[in-house]
């Protein structure tokens, strides 16, 4: 489960920097909005 949240957590960041919406990350990713939200909060912490 770490591994692939963390391959997520890189997608996310990817399509962020090629901006992507919430909307389109989350259908290219396959989050829910939680899932979504909670790997943003985990990128803002640790930048």
Do not use: A, R, T
Not at 8 to 22: A, M, T, W
Not at 40 to 45: F, L
Request: one cysteine or more; proline letters at 0%.
């Amino acid at each position: 489960m770490i591994i692939k949240l963390n391959d997520n957590i890189e997608i996310v960041k990817q399509l962020l920097d090629k901006g992507y919406s919430d909307v389109q990350i989350c259908g290219e990713v396959g989050l829910d909005w939680e899932e979504f939200w909670n790997i943003i909060e985990y990128i803002n912490d640790i930048e």
